[in-house]
């Protein structure tokens, strides 16, 4: 998936819901995988990405590419998952940005996300809704076909967050995950809800060392609390964004420490990327 960092811990507790969504039934069966739905060096695209917006040396801006927001543009990476305590897996995902659509009331770009397993097994397609406007990354849901069932999952309202941040400034939200699983078969129905709440904060720039490369990067990390009560599950999720070069504005590593679960680090480890 587009992975801007206002949708990644929406994403990631999405996944988790959604597999529980499953498990309840609703007319079909199956499940959810908890794969990236968050490489030798690939050679570098084959036109230039657009130029950094003007921004401090420190700010987050370029670690957004408006290119990611193009129809055409594509994403195929490798990625390796490591969970404290279990053996590492490699997945490859494309991404493919297409045209707008309409969803939640908006008219967003949709990205379609085709998952691979460590066998390089398909798994269920996505479809992400996401949009910059003015300065704002914003993110409204997803839909998927997984098994006999159609989910679909909306943020209400969207996400959003900006996109020029200064090292240490904290971007706060709240808001709900609203599931919808729909049987093919027979059209019952299962709803779930969960509120949300969590602050981004920008840490300013670093350098990652990766199998890719050295890079520049940003480096963000979101404390989202989802649910309420003893039901409400606590992640702290790190990540680290290009801010320069061909993969700029791309995710190169994502470190994510639950309250109740193992640890999970995944890490690009391969991609061709190709703005349009």
Not at 1 to 12: D, E, H
Not at 19 to 37: E, F, H, K, M
């Given at each position: 998936m587009n992975?801007?960092?206002?949708?990644?811990?929406?994403?990631?507790?999405?996944?988790?819901?959604?597999a529980?969504?499953?498990?309840?039934?609703?007319?079909?069966?199956?499940?959810?995988?908890?794969?990236?739905?968050?490489?030798?060096?690939?050679?570098?695209?084959?036109?230039?990405?657009?130029?950094?917006?003007?921004?401090?040396?420190?700010?987050?801006?370029?670690?957004?590419?408006?290119?990611?927001f193009?129809?055409?543009?594509?994403?195929d990476?490798?990625?390796?998952?490591?969970?404290?305590?279990?053996?590492?897996g490699?997945?490859?995902?494309?991404?493919?940005?297409?045209?707008?659509?309409?969803?939640?009331?908006?008219?967003?770009?949709?990205?379609?996300?085709?998952?691979?397993?460590?066998?390089?097994?398909?798994?269920?397609?996505?479809?992400?809704?996401?949009?910059?406007?003015?300065?704002?990354?914003?993110?409204?849901?997803?839909?998927?076909?997984?098994?006999?069932?159609?989910?679909?999952?909306?943020?209400?309202?969207?996400?959003?967050?900006?996109?020029?941040?200064?090292?240490?400034?904290?971007?706060?939200?709240?808001?709900?995950?609203?599931?919808?699983a729909v049987?093919?078969?027979?059209?019952?129905?299962?709803?779930?809800?969960?509120?949300?709440?969590?602050?981004?904060?920008?840490?300013?720039r670093?350098?990652?060392q990766?199998?890719?490369?050295?890079?520049?990067t940003?480096?963000?990390?979101?404390k989202?609390?989802?649910?309420?009560?003893?039901?409400?599950?606590?992640?702290?999720?790190?990540?680290?964004?290009?801010?320069?070069?061909?993969?700029?504005?791309?995710?190169?590593?994502?470190?994510?420490?639950?309250?109740?679960?193992?640890?999970?680090?995944?890490?690009r480890?391969?991609?061709?990327?190709?703005?349009?």
């Amino acid at each position: 998936m587009n992975k801007n960092l206002w949708a990644i811990s929406a994403v990631t507790a999405a996944a988790a819901v959604t597999a529980t969504l499953l498990a309840c039934g609703g007319g079909g069966g199956g499940g959810s995988g908890d794969g990236s739905p968050i490489l030798p060096i690939a050679p570098a695209p084959e036109s230039a990405p657009p130029a950094s917006p003007p921004a401090s040396e420190t700010s987050s801006a370029p670690c957004t590419n408006e290119a990611d927001f193009h129809a055409g543009t594509v994403r195929d990476y490798e990625e390796r998952t490591t969970i404290s305590g279990q053996s590492p897996g490699v997945n490859h995902t494309i991404e493919t940005t297409g045209e707008r659509k309409s969803f939640a009331g908006a008219n967003p770009v949709a990205v379609r996300v085709e998952p691979h397993d460590t066998a390089n097994n398909p798994s269920p397609a996505a479809e992400n809704y996401y949009d910059l406007v003015n300065g704002t990354v914003i993110s409204y849901g997803s839909t998927a076909q997984v098994a006999t069932q159609v989910i679909t999952v909306t943020f209400e309202p969207p996400v959003a967050g900006p996109v020029d941040m200064q090292p240490g400034q904290v971007a706060s939200g709240s808001y709900k995950i609203k599931y919808v699983a729909v049987s093919t078969a027979d059209g019952s129905k299962v709803e779930r809800e969960d509120p949300v709440s969590r602050d981004l904060t920008y840490l300013g720039r670093e350098t990652l060392q990766t199998e890719m490369g050295t890079f520049n990067t940003c480096r963000f990390t979101n404390k989202q609390t989802t649910g309420t009560g003893d039901a409400s599950s606590v992640a702290t999720i790190t990540t680290w964004v290009a801010a320069e070069g061909p993969y700029r504005g791309q995710l190169l590593k994502i470190h994510t420490r639950w309250d109740s679960k193992p640890e999970q680090t995944t890490e690009r480890i391969k991609m061709t990327y190709t703005p349009k």
